[in-house]
């Protein structure tokens, strides 16, 4: 294992904002650790960079402790949110800092930033001031500064957190491809789920300092291990349910699950895609209070009387209107019995 956290702890004030963390990172996997504000997700990739020391706990690369291995030694390279560039220093020059801080030699880095440029679709960009890029162009700059040394362990923190939708989108895939062509080994941090699905091999979900779920991407989205995590990934259709056989008694009505689902008292989750709108008076009587359009479908918030609101996935033709009175049936294959 590359990278292995054993009870990681960080207390500031007395609170634990690293509570106790295990986790493992294996060579050429690429991780993404995703949480709220606050979650300590940032704490954990400043610990590991040995940027903040642990108050309890290991963290190992290669199985070697790194507790008196300071930062500039442990042969990671870290990737801030905000780029933090040497504005004094052209392209280049920023690019060609790490090779240049271990004695590489003025070709060897020349022919290391020429490499890299071209490797994150900046061919030519070398003589540029980094003050006239663009701000996606400043990302790939500083991506390839991080990659610059060969780092065995790459670390991002919110790596296009301050970049335009579209264009983070399209750079998430070229990261992805990137990693891949690179076998690197990468440990991300974001509150973007949709960016860390795009790119992670596996998902790390924290919630006050410790981790609430790990899996990959399609696990962690089909079978979310709490509510906390359900709402976090954006579910809104989350209720307390009393499970017997292949039905649940929630405050909609009956609801069906799974037949394999655990019985009791549990927490439900209906995906949108489980909310079928029906003709009025048929299945659960609601009013759509409102829709908006999601470009592949729209999504439509619906109120039950004495109930909680409902939020469905309804194809373009047929959502309906606001105000509309609708009927409600649900989808068993989109319910998920929560643990």
């Known amino acids: ?20 963390v295990g986790l493992d990172v294996a060579e050429h996997e690429v991780v993404c650790v995703l949480g709220p504000s606050g979650s300590g997700k940032s704490t954990l990739l400043r ?15 290669d199985g070697r402790d790194q507790a008196a291995v300071p930062a500039h030694r442990r042969g990671v390279g870290l990737m801030f949110q905000d780029h933090q560039l040497f504005p004094q220093r052209d392209v280049a020059g920023n690019v060609a800092f790490g090779p240049r801080m271990r004695g590489a030699s003025r070709a060897a880095r020349r022919e290391r930033v020429a490499e890299l440029l071209d490797l994150v679709g ?32 790459l670390m991002l923190d919110e790596p296009l957190g301050q970049l335009d939708r579209s264009l983070r989108e399209r750079l998430v895939g070229e990261l992805r491809e990137l990693f891949g062509r690179l076998g690197t080994t990468v440990l991300a941090v ?8 795009a790119l992670a091999d596996r998902v790390v979900v924290m919630r006050e300092g410790r981790i609430a779920q790990t899996g990959t991407p399609l696990e962690v989205w089909r079978r ?17 349910a009393e499970v017997g056989g292949t039905a649940a008694a929630t405050p ?17 989750l209906v995906r949108p895609a489980g909310v079928r709108v029906v003709a009025p008076g048929e299945g659960l009587r609601c009013t759509v209070v409102s829709r908006a359009f999601r470009g ?9 009387r ?34």
């Open 1 to 20: 294992m590359l990278l292995s956290l054993e009870g990681a702890t960080v207390r500031f004030g007395g609170r634990a904002v690293l509570d106790a």
């Open 47 to 61: 610990a590991v960079a040995g940027l903040q020391p642990l108050d309890e706990g290991r963290v190992l690369l």
């Open 122 to 153: 900046l061919p030519g960009a070398a003589g540029r001031s980094v003050a006239a890029l663009s701000g996606g162009e400043q990302q790939r700059v500083a991506l390839a500064r991080a990659l610059a040394p060969r780092p065995r362990l």
């Open 190 to 197: 974001t509150h973007d789920q949709g960016e860390a699905f």
């Open 224 to 240: 979310p291990a709490d509510a906390f995590v359900a709402r976090f990934l954006g579910f809104d259709n989350v209720v307390a």
């Open 252 to 268: 909609w009505g009956t609801v069906p699950v799974p037949a394999d689902a655990p019985r009791g008292s549990r927490t439900l």
């Open 296 to 304: 592949t479908h729209v999504t439509v918030r619906l109120q039950p």
């Open 306 to 339: 004495d109930a909680p609101r409902l939020e469905a996935a309804c194809a373009l033709r047929s959502a309906p209107g606001v105000g509309d009175e609708v009927g409600v049936e649900f989808d068993a294959e989109e319910v998920v019995v929560l643990g």
